[in-house]
């Protein structure tokens, strides 16, 4: 009689295989874009998804000043925030923020999909976003993904 036995694989931080991703956003539409990176950083693309662990690859985004929102959302989507002050409620449209910081649109869209705890805090660590097409992490060797073709 075979006696086969089938054990749940759980990863843990020494058995984690991480890897460097490029992922350009140039003609992306930001919420699409901002979801597939929070899949790929949270590690659910992977067959030996862990939730506790971080094992999710590291993603370098570049061309984020050339992502696209659709319908009416550079004028009516604010990001609204608290200096602690009284009265001191401020808030930007994400034109004037894509002025200013292109980056943070997608650190902000990919950022409010992740979790919000330690975890989430440590995940956000391995997103690196550039304006343009440069980027500091050639060494890594970053494996270039199409992300329209990733589900």
Partial sequence: MDTTSYKTISANKQTVKKEWLLVDAEGQVLGRLASKIAKILRGKHKPDFT???DG???????????IILTGNKWDDKEYIWHTGYPGGQ????????????PERLVEKAVKGMLPKNKLGRKIFKNLHVYVGSEHPHQAQNPKVLDINKFK
């Fill in 51 to 53: 939730p506790h662990v």
């Fill in 56 to 66: 999710g690859d590291h993603v370098v985004v570049i061309n984020a000043d050339k």
């Fill in 90 to 101: 401020r808030s930007i449209t994400a034109r004037d923020l894509m002025k200013k910081h």
